[in-house]
Protein backbone atom coordinates (compact mmCIF):
# COMPACT_ATOMS: atom_id res chain seq x y z
CA UNK A 1 0.00 0.00 0.00
CA UNK A 2 1.24 3.90 -0.86
CA UNK A 3 1.98 5.93 2.55
CA UNK A 4 0.52 8.85 3.69
CA UNK A 5 1.51 11.72 1.47
CA UNK A 6 1.12 15.34 1.80
CA UNK A 7 1.32 18.49 -0.61
CA UNK A 8 2.77 20.70 -1.18
CA UNK A 9 6.67 19.52 0.16
CA UNK A 10 7.57 23.17 1.18
CA UNK A 11 6.12 26.24 1.41
CA UNK A 12 6.75 29.82 1.40
CA UNK A 13 3.95 32.64 2.47
CA UNK A 14 3.67 35.81 3.69
CA UNK A 15 2.19 37.44 7.03
CA UNK A 16 -1.61 37.96 6.30
CA UNK A 17 -2.00 34.99 3.74
CA UNK A 18 -3.82 32.20 3.50
CA UNK A 19 -2.79 28.59 3.13
CA UNK A 20 -3.84 25.06 2.08
CA UNK A 21 -2.36 22.04 2.64
CA UNK A 22 -3.27 18.44 1.17
CA UNK A 23 -2.91 15.01 2.90
CA UNK A 24 -4.23 11.75 1.24
CA UNK A 25 -4.42 8.89 4.00
CA UNK A 26 -3.27 5.41 3.78
CA UNK A 27 -5.73 3.29 1.35
CA UNK A 28 -8.77 2.39 3.70
CA UNK A 29 -8.02 4.63 6.50
CA UNK A 30 -10.56 6.71 7.51
CA UNK A 31 -9.11 9.05 10.34
CA UNK A 32 -7.17 12.04 9.33
CA UNK A 33 -5.26 13.83 12.08
CA UNK A 34 -3.00 17.13 12.08
CA UNK A 35 0.17 17.63 14.09
CA UNK A 36 2.09 20.53 14.02
CA UNK A 37 5.94 20.21 14.91
CA UNK A 38 7.88 23.61 15.84
CA UNK A 39 11.55 23.65 17.59
CA UNK A 40 10.33 25.52 20.47
CA UNK A 41 6.64 23.48 21.00
CA UNK A 42 7.54 20.35 19.66
CA UNK A 43 4.59 18.33 18.25
CA UNK A 44 1.49 19.07 18.90
CA UNK A 45 -2.63 17.70 18.15
CA UNK A 46 -3.85 19.69 15.74
CA UNK A 47 -7.20 18.33 14.83
CA UNK A 48 -8.79 14.86 13.61
CA UNK A 49 -11.13 14.24 11.43
CA UNK A 50 -13.22 10.83 10.60
CA UNK A 51 -16.03 10.12 7.96
CA UNK A 52 -15.95 14.14 6.69
CA UNK A 53 -16.64 15.16 10.65
CA UNK A 54 -13.96 16.77 13.22
CA UNK A 55 -14.23 14.94 15.78
CA UNK A 56 -11.56 16.25 17.86
CA UNK A 57 -9.40 19.53 18.17
CA UNK A 58 -6.61 20.53 19.69
CA UNK A 59 -5.48 23.61 21.69
CA UNK A 60 -5.40 26.65 18.43
CA UNK A 61 -6.87 29.34 17.54
CA UNK A 62 -10.01 29.34 15.16
CA UNK A 63 -7.08 30.22 11.93
CA UNK A 64 -6.56 26.35 12.19
CA UNK A 65 -9.26 24.56 10.05
CA UNK A 66 -9.53 21.70 8.13
CA UNK A 67 -11.71 19.41 6.46
CA UNK A 68 -12.12 16.09 4.91
CA UNK A 69 -13.80 14.65 2.12
CA UNK A 70 -15.33 11.40 1.06
CA UNK A 71 -12.64 9.65 -0.01
CA UNK A 72 -11.08 10.48 3.44
CA UNK A 73 -8.28 12.82 1.82
CA UNK A 74 -7.79 16.22 3.96
CA UNK A 75 -6.87 19.73 3.31
CA UNK A 76 -6.20 21.97 6.18
CA UNK A 77 -6.20 25.44 6.00
CA UNK A 78 -4.46 28.54 7.97
CA UNK A 79 -5.82 31.81 7.44
CA UNK A 80 -4.27 35.30 8.14
CA UNK A 81 -0.78 34.09 8.73
CA UNK A 82 1.60 35.23 11.76
CA UNK A 83 5.62 34.47 11.43
CA UNK A 84 4.62 31.60 14.41
CA UNK A 85 2.97 29.90 12.10
CA UNK A 86 6.19 28.55 10.17
CA UNK A 87 6.50 25.01 11.12
CA UNK A 88 6.65 21.33 9.64
CA UNK A 89 2.73 19.91 9.39
CA UNK A 90 2.20 16.31 9.24
CA UNK A 91 -0.53 14.76 8.60
CA UNK A 92 -1.39 11.04 10.01
CA UNK A 93 -3.61 8.51 8.89
CA UNK A 94 -5.44 5.25 11.13
CA UNK A 95 -7.94 3.24 10.31
CA UNK A 96 -10.20 4.16 13.01
CA UNK A 97 -8.37 6.24 14.82
CA UNK A 98 -9.39 4.94 18.22
CA UNK A 99 -6.73 3.04 19.20
CA UNK A 100 -5.10 2.79 16.19
CA UNK A 101 -1.50 3.28 15.40
CA UNK A 102 -1.26 6.45 13.09
CA UNK A 103 0.94 6.41 10.00
CA UNK A 104 2.31 10.01 9.30
CA UNK A 105 3.30 11.41 6.21
CA UNK A 106 6.47 13.41 5.06
CA UNK A 107 5.02 16.51 6.21
CA UNK A 108 4.72 20.48 4.60
CA UNK A 109 7.30 22.51 5.62
CA UNK A 110 5.25 25.62 5.76
CA UNK A 111 7.98 29.32 5.98
CA UNK A 112 6.43 32.32 6.75
CA UNK A 113 8.03 35.43 6.12
CA UNK B 1 -3.24 15.30 31.65
CA UNK B 2 -1.36 12.77 29.82
CA UNK B 3 2.86 14.00 29.61
CA UNK B 4 5.89 12.09 28.22
CA UNK B 5 9.16 12.85 29.45
CA UNK B 6 12.07 12.05 27.41
CA UNK B 7 15.10 13.68 29.58
CA UNK B 8 17.86 13.21 27.47
CA UNK B 9 17.91 15.76 24.87
CA UNK B 10 20.93 14.80 22.45
CA UNK B 11 22.94 10.99 23.45
CA UNK B 12 26.12 10.03 21.70
CA UNK B 13 26.97 6.75 20.71
CA UNK B 14 30.02 4.72 18.96
CA UNK B 15 29.06 2.43 16.19
CA UNK B 16 28.41 -1.14 17.40
CA UNK B 17 27.79 0.03 21.03
CA UNK B 18 24.33 -0.44 22.70
CA UNK B 19 21.83 2.12 22.81
CA UNK B 20 18.99 2.88 25.72
CA UNK B 21 16.68 6.07 25.23
CA UNK B 22 14.76 6.70 28.37
CA UNK B 23 11.05 7.58 28.30
CA UNK B 24 8.76 8.37 31.08
CA UNK B 25 4.23 9.00 30.37
CA UNK B 26 1.83 10.25 32.58
CA UNK B 27 -1.56 8.45 31.46
CA UNK B 28 -4.43 7.51 34.18
CA UNK B 29 -5.29 4.27 32.14
CA UNK B 30 -3.78 1.38 30.56
CA UNK B 31 -1.40 3.95 27.76
CA UNK B 32 -0.88 2.93 24.41
CA UNK B 33 2.55 4.03 23.85
CA UNK B 34 4.96 4.51 20.52
CA UNK B 35 8.58 4.89 19.52
CA UNK B 36 8.40 7.08 16.45
CA UNK B 37 11.70 7.86 14.54
CA UNK B 38 12.75 10.71 12.28
CA UNK B 39 14.80 11.86 9.92
CA UNK B 40 15.89 15.71 8.95
CA UNK B 41 13.58 17.06 6.84
CA UNK B 42 10.90 13.57 6.94
CA UNK B 43 8.05 12.64 8.80
CA UNK B 44 7.46 10.05 11.55
CA UNK B 45 8.56 6.57 10.89
CA UNK B 46 6.90 3.91 13.67
CA UNK B 47 9.42 1.85 15.13
CA UNK B 48 7.31 -0.23 17.61
CA UNK B 49 4.46 0.10 19.76
CA UNK B 50 2.93 -1.29 23.01
CA UNK B 51 -0.65 -1.61 23.39
CA UNK B 52 -1.18 -4.61 25.79
CA UNK B 53 0.19 -8.01 26.73
CA UNK B 54 4.02 -9.15 26.38
CA UNK B 55 5.68 -5.97 28.19
CA UNK B 56 8.49 -6.39 26.08
CA UNK B 57 7.98 -5.57 21.93
CA UNK B 58 10.13 -5.95 19.40
CA UNK B 59 9.89 -3.24 16.09
CA UNK B 60 11.81 -2.55 13.03
CA UNK B 61 15.22 -1.66 12.39
CA UNK B 62 16.41 -4.37 16.01
CA UNK B 63 14.70 -1.50 17.94
CA UNK B 64 12.96 -3.05 21.11
CA UNK B 65 11.40 -1.67 24.49
CA UNK B 66 10.00 -2.72 27.53
CA UNK B 67 7.00 -1.28 29.00
CA UNK B 68 6.55 -1.40 33.15
CA UNK B 69 4.01 0.25 34.57
CA UNK B 70 5.58 0.22 37.97
CA UNK B 71 7.98 2.87 36.57
CA UNK B 72 5.43 4.77 33.93
CA UNK B 73 8.41 3.80 31.83
CA UNK B 74 8.67 2.84 28.14
CA UNK B 75 12.39 2.84 27.26
CA UNK B 76 13.81 1.91 24.03
CA UNK B 77 16.87 -0.21 23.39
CA UNK B 78 19.48 -1.27 20.58
CA UNK B 79 21.60 -3.79 21.20
CA UNK B 80 24.04 -2.39 18.72
CA UNK B 81 23.97 0.91 17.05
CA UNK B 82 24.71 1.27 13.16
CA UNK B 83 25.83 4.84 11.83
CA UNK B 84 22.40 4.65 9.81
CA UNK B 85 20.61 5.02 13.33
CA UNK B 86 21.54 8.84 13.60
CA UNK B 87 18.11 11.09 13.70
CA UNK B 88 15.70 11.83 16.58
CA UNK B 89 13.72 9.34 18.35
CA UNK B 90 10.41 10.25 19.85
CA UNK B 91 8.17 8.49 22.62
CA UNK B 92 4.32 8.94 22.65
CA UNK B 93 1.47 8.07 24.33
CA UNK B 94 -1.69 7.65 22.66
CA UNK B 95 -5.05 9.09 24.35
CA UNK B 96 -8.07 7.60 23.84
CA UNK B 97 -10.55 10.96 23.12
CA UNK B 98 -14.59 11.54 24.11
CA UNK B 99 -15.56 12.31 20.48
CA UNK B 100 -14.29 8.83 19.70
CA UNK B 101 -10.52 9.70 18.08
CA UNK B 102 -7.15 9.27 19.96
CA UNK B 103 -4.38 11.87 19.74
CA UNK B 104 -0.70 11.26 20.42
CA UNK B 105 1.09 13.68 22.75
CA UNK B 106 4.70 13.38 22.23
CA UNK B 107 8.17 13.35 24.14
CA UNK B 108 10.26 16.16 23.16
CA UNK B 109 12.38 13.63 21.31
CA UNK B 110 15.63 12.43 21.82
CA UNK B 111 18.75 13.34 19.16
CA UNK B 112 20.79 10.38 18.49
CA UNK B 113 24.50 11.06 16.88
CA UNK B 114 26.47 8.69 16.26
CA UNK B 115 30.26 8.07 16.10
CA UNK B 116 32.22 6.12 13.73
Known amino acids: KAGVTQTPRYLIKTRGQQVTLSCSPI?????VSWYQQTPGQGLQFLFE???????NKGNFPGRFSGRQFSNSRSEMNVSTLELGDSALYLC????????????FGPGTRLTVL | AQSVTQPDIHITVSEGASLELRCNYS??????LFWYVQSPGQGLQLLLK??????LVQGIKGFEAEFKRSQSSFNLRKPSVHWSDAAEYFC??????????????FGTGTQLKVEL
Open chain 1, 27 to 31: SGHRS
Open chain 2, 92 to 105: AVGTLLTGGGNKLT
Open chain 1, 49 to 55: YFSETQR
Open chain 2, 27 to 32: YGATPY
Open chain 1, 92 to 103: ASSSRGSSDTQY
Open chain 2, 50 to 55: YFSGDT
